[in-house]
């Protein structure tokens, strides 16, 4: 395991030709991403942990509130969003977490490359390893729970987004958290308020696409979202590792 | 008790009191503020308290030593 | 100028001018708070709709200002404490995220009571009442996180920028969940925006808010001069300070 953390092809190839200080910058975020990647791969068990999360949860919910079909279809959209936001924030914890155990936080944060840029590299791979499945595998849980036809196309166009704002937002707890021993429940805490706007203009747009009229402001305003945690959440998360560890 | 105020709202103290059928929450709501907010301001006094009084006891057992440290 | 900014950073210089200063700030706030509520609950008229129940206005109100405007005040000393590396930020911060958090459920708990004879039920999913629930969060966030790091400076710095994100997500959480009551506004529960108050009714209130501005920056102060005792403690002029004081220190731990 601790082979594959030091050398991921990618990042020997890379050593190989220059010193860091050299390279473009894309070249740090193109490593981190494959590495990230790869360790996830290696790890299947814990990339379907999220996924799983999402689907057994779900399936929880015709068991607690009875099996009609107008109940649950009415239910639906909320449910999915809410089950897609608690499998990326438990998968958020771990986001910073083995690399802080083994020092290689500590590396990225000394290296010339810029360090928001490798942690969007991070953010970037998490969500591939979580957000993306749990978008994916939406639409099932979606007829499962009866959602009406109209509303999968949207669904999936905003979990897309959404999961993606949550990774990003995810990021800024977890770095806050990293160094701390108990940083789960308090990651939540944090980070929880920050998810609001997504769960609201995300189940919303739904909910409008099923009562037959249009998502386009819902998506539009859940895209803001995403942007504006595209452009703060870098930034903000390099910040809080570089407080939280060198402190 | 017939207390007459210039511009007193109420009647008498005791529809004061009664807040036209409100008391529990208007006094409800008041009294709860209160509490919160004697103890925002006893909290920070009794900290202060305890870290002088600590203080205090530490200088008492090496008074000698901080006496050096201080000069 | 900038003696002045050095000056102001110092912990010993702001312990001792503030102590100047707190008596008269005390009894300026005492004698709003007394006039303000008296005036409030005995003076003003009552409320054509809603009788009595209304005259909860005059601890809800200010007090839901102030819990909006202390997490600027937080978040504002925490961006000090970040920039300029001002210890003084840093407490004022700290001092200040308890303070809001016991304001902004004083404000949900005000409004709840208050909701009960107007609306007919504690607890509404008003997008003002959301909102607050959502800064209660943000308040205890920072709270928690502050006491979970053992070293002090990096509570702080991961503290400051907890506050700092909050700050700039607060204005996109409240236009949502605006947007979002508005989608689900219930048939049944019509919540009037402000109506123009009568001015009898509103002189109170005017009173009731600076009284809480007044109280608001008292706490505050005392809430920083104590953490300022605490971290200084191994400092001379504290040691002096406890010395000095020690009549008085008696007098409280004999009550005790």
Redesign the interface.
Known sequence: MTEALRTPASQQAVQERLPPELLPPGEGFVGILKRDLLLAFRHRGELANPLIFFIMVTALIPIAVGPQKALLSQLAPGMIWVMALLGTLLSSDSLFQSDYADGTLEQLIISPQPLWLLVLAKISAHWLVTGLPITLAAPILGLMLALPEAGYATLVLGLAMGTATFSLFGA?GAA??V??R??GV?LS??V???Y??VL??GS?AVQRVVDGGSAGAPLA?LGA?FA?ALL?SPF?TA??LR??IN? | MNIQFDGFYFESLAEFFAMGGHATYVWGAYGVALVVMVWLVVRPLLRRASILNELRQNLKKRQHSLYEESR | MWRWFHRLGSPRWFYQTSGRWLPWLAVLTLALLVIGTLWGLAFAPEDARQGNSFRIIYIHVPVSFLALAGYYVMAVAGAVNLIWRIKLADMVMTAAAPLGAALTFLALFTGAIWGKPTWGTYWVWDARITSML?LL??Y??VV??RN??S?R??AG??CA??A???T??IP??Y???D??FT?HQPATIKLSGAPSMHPDMFKPLLVMILAYYCFYALVLILNTRTEILHRERRTAWVNDLAVSELAVTELTSNEQ
């Open positions: 800024i806050l958290t160094a701390l108990k940083g308090l805490l944090i929880m308020p920050l609001f706007p609201i203009f919303a305003l979202v504006f703060l903000a910040a809080s407080a939280g402190g | 959502v969060f943000l205890l966030g928690v996180l979970s790091f070293g400076d990096t710095k991961a920028i907890l700092l994100v909050g700039v997500n996109i959480i236009k949502s969940v947007w979002w989608l």
